[in-house]
């Protein structure tokens, strides 16, 4: 009887838990149209050590091939990022050791001829964050927001380039 009670709580804690954290994710979406279309624009921005360059910092494929599932790059000498899935049109990045579970997704979608939309989207763990008031929690979001706009903007000027 002790050990049904024990496994009940711990089986409700376990419940508990994740309901709670699931509720502390984040996530960003940004968006940007590009006058160009996808076949055009995605070749020049989806070779994953193309954020490097389009950010100004230093990339290096550290383990696997650039563009392959299982791919590590390293941003700035300091950020490890493994890249976790990829489209024809997108790709999902993750940084395996970050506290905040943070994972990227860069993609692009054909709208006609002439156009596509350049998406950016970021999830992450508000609730691993050093400071936990809503405050901080939106302080850092919009900061984040911010951050990605402006690679955004600098992923669809290197989209556009004649």
């Known amino acids: 009887m002790t050990l049904k009670l024990a496994s009940a709580a711990l089986a409700a804690l376990a419940l508990s838990a994740g309901a709670a954290r699931a509720a502390d994710y984040v996530t960003v979406p940004i968006e940007t149209t590009v006058n160009a279309p996808a076949q055009a624009a995605w070749p020049r921005i989806s070779s994953f050590c193309a954020l490097g360059k389009v950010a100004k910092v230093s990339c290096v494929i550290t383990s696997g091939k650039d563009g392959q599932v299982g791919a ?43 156009h596509s939309t350049l998406h950016y989207t970021v999830v992450y763990d508000a609730d691993a964050l050093p400071k936990h008031e809503p405050a901080d929690k939106a302080a850092d979001r919009a900061a984040r927001t911010a951050q990605f706009t402006g690679m955004l903007a600098a992923m669809k000027a290197v989209a556009e380039a004649k």
């Open 72 to 114: 590590v790059r390293r941003l700035a000498d300091r950020v490890d990022e493994l890249l976790v899935a990829q489209t024809t049109w997108s790709y999902t990045y993750t940084q395996p050791k970050s506290p905040i579970d943070y994972h990227g997704t860069v993609e692009i979608r054909p709208v006609d001829k002439g």
